[in-house]
């Protein structure tokens, strides 16, 4: 019995140290490619992580926690770190609940592109229009995903497939 408790707890420290690892990539990424990172044409390399709840139920809330770091150093201030770090989390859940769909992939470029672009084309100095700010967004977006994401999902079941829940 004692064993199986030991499992059980390492199992546990293995989901947390993932999570940690996670969040801290996502925020490392973000702060080391700040000058893309922000703004109507962005490019958050970090995106691609947004794919890993196909994989890991842990990386729900480290995607949300390590959104939510990274905007703090973002020019978008209290209304981005909040509303950023919330539809990350929505579409983190989202892309873990329909994990062994296609359209698991589909959810963290349109929230993204529709909700993200909804404040920013307010808060940004440019004056683009919100739809130009949905396409730029949710065209960087997919390429994190689709471009960087999809490979690391692949490259994580075929190299660690005892890792995943």
């Avoid at 978008?76 to 950023?84: A, F, P, R």
């Avoid at 062994?100 to 992939?105: F, Q």
């Amino acid at each position: 019995m004692e064993a199986k408790d030991d499992r059980g707890r390492e199992n546990t420290l293995r989901r947390i140290v993932r999570a940690g690892v996670i969040a801290s990539v996502y925020v490392g990424l973000t702060y080391a490619l700040a000058p893309i990172s922000f703004g109507q044409f962005q490019f958050r390399v970090a995106e691609a992580l947004t794919v890993l709840p196909i994989l890991y139920p842990e990386a729900v809330p480290a995607l949300f926690i390590g959104c939510f770091l990274a905007n703090i150093i973002g020019p978008y201030g209290i209304l981005d770190i909040v509303l950023g770090s919330l539809t990350t989390l929505l579409a983190a859940a989202l892309t873990r609940m329909f994990r062994k769909s296609a359209i698991a992939y589909f959810w963290p470029i349109a929230l993204n592109a529709f909700i993200v672009s909804a404040y920013l084309s307010l808060l940004a100095e440019t004056k683009a229009s919100y739809w130009a700010f949905v396409l730029s967004i949710g065209i960087s977006e997919a390429a994190s995903v689709l471009l960087v994401g999809i490979p690391l999902v692949k490259f994580l079941r075929t190299s660690y497939p005892d890792t995943i829940s």
